[in-house]
């Protein structure tokens, strides 16, 4: 089939594949945070962006409250808009195509469209990514939870270090220059000295802030931070 | 049930921010302030969660096993492993360190 012999939807096929793999992460790490199968399924599901949904979990596995929850999942969830956009530009999708497109919007679709300098090329790289990713990582979300439900005490299995390790991945790809990897720092220092003043969930909204601060008067590149490496970095277009 | 509907009210900021992007003028784009903030937010809450994760329980600062995991992490990252790799490692860390007693 003359789809799949295209370099960009073979790109999108190995991005969704280790990608949608590590969706079982997300699914065991939701249910031992306190959610119940089908609360981590339907934030895959419905809320549908990594960081985001790791970030809604990690609060809770915190002791935060729900409405920190959704705080830290709504502000990490703002560059989704600048992809947004990005992508509105350069595929143009119209009617409900443009529905669908949105939902699907996440770093690593925007990420391989955005690597692609054909319009074709960039619209099968988008879907194939986007689709397949959703596809993958609702099933491996599935998988995660009824495997974390199964494990007995999530701490003996290292669960916990499981969810740091998934947040240090998450942000390293980020880590490109200086300023980005100074905004860091300032945010872990400002969450470690807050953490004992404030309720749980509160020092993530407290980095925010000191992070929306210095993007507003910071003088960086514009994209700092935004599109990170995708897996597998070896999969670029030949 | 509350949390049923913390879920909910996430999914549909999250939709309604992926929306937007597709909604608002072209020259929206030219906004360089903002895109960075959205992309410092990004690192200052994944750096943010990365710290509690590894040192909060509760309200309170703690030296435990998930420093191992922390480490590890690092040391996978550092050697390229894909994702699930270092996920797996700092899981792996910290159940070794509690086999061997520590907290």
Redesign the interface.
Known sequence: MKFWRSPAARTGASVAI??G??G??FGALGVTSG?DVW?TM??SL????G??Q???I??L???GS??A??G??????????????????LLR?RGWL??G???V?IDESMATASAQTDPAEQKRAFWVTGIGIFLLWNVFTALGALLGNAIGDP??????????????????P??KSRE?EA??????V???IV??????GI??LV??V???V???F?V?R?????EPDV???EASPS | MTTWLYILAAAVVAYLTKLLGYLVPAKALKNKRMTRVAGALTIGLLASLTVLNTFASGQQVVFDSRIGSLVAALIALLLKAPFLVVVIVGAVAAALLRLAGLP
């Open positions: 280790a990608t793999l590590y079982v992460s959610l609360q339907a934030l419905l809320l549908f962006s960081g985001s790791f970030a809604f990690g609060v596995a915190g002791g729900g409405g929850a959704l830290s999942a709504a502000l990490l969830g703002i560059r989704n808009a600048v992809y947004g956009m990005q992508l509105n530009a999708p443009r529905l497109a949105a939902h919007t701490k003996a299995w290292g669960l916990d270090g499981a969810a740091v390790a998934a947040f240090l991945a998450l942000l390293w980020r880590l980005p905004i860091a720092v300032a945010c872990a400002v969450t470690v953490v004992p003043f404030v309720p749980p020092p993530v980095a925010a000191v992070a929306a210095w993007g507003l910071g960086g514009a994209d700092e931070g935004l897996e597998p970095h």
